[in-house]
């Protein structure tokens, strides 16, 4: 999305340079506690608990929300953007990322090559708008 966006402002920067968020559709969000429990699954190791409580005593700081959401509706009208990755995908890909780059740093940019170009086919097979349009004069 970022790309996309740096784009479009390059063409139009009165138009596109504001605000925007890039994330899920709110229809395929998932609970904090689903991404947490996957990356742990993913990553092959790792423990949590919920922040309800410290030491048996309440917490004075507001308990983790759920569901943590973006709304990408702008980006999704101006910018005809659509999420690549569902949820496992993404998850995988940043599992990926760090196991690999905390094993070997000097990797990191083939890795990230690697990533984006995944990235991009898996768009370009899907058409989305940003694989398939010339950047607007």
Excluded at 111 to 116: E, F, K, T, V
Excluded at 121 to 130: E, H, M, N, P, Q
């Amino acid at each position: 999305g970022y790309l996309w966006l740096a784009c479009r402002q390059w063409a139009d920067p009165a138009e596109f340079a504001q605000a925007w968020n890039f994330g899920p559709s709110l229809s395929s969000r998932h609970a904090v506690k689903d991404l947490v429990e996957g990356l742990i699954k993913i990553w092959g190791a790792g423990s949590w608990e919920p922040p309800q409580s410290e030491g048996g005593r309440a917490r004075a700081s507001r308990p983790e929300e759920p569901y943590l959401t973006l709304d990408s509706s702008k980006a999704r009208k101006k910018l005809d953007w659509e999420a690549v990755y569902g949820f496992a995908d993404a998850l995988k890909e940043t599992v990926d990322w760090y196991k690999n780059c905390d094993n070997d740093p000097a990797a990191a940019l083939r890795l990230c090559q690697d990533q984006i170009n995944r990235y991009t086919a898996a768009a370009s097979a899907r058409g989305l708008a940003w694989c398939r349009s010339q950047v607007p004069a």
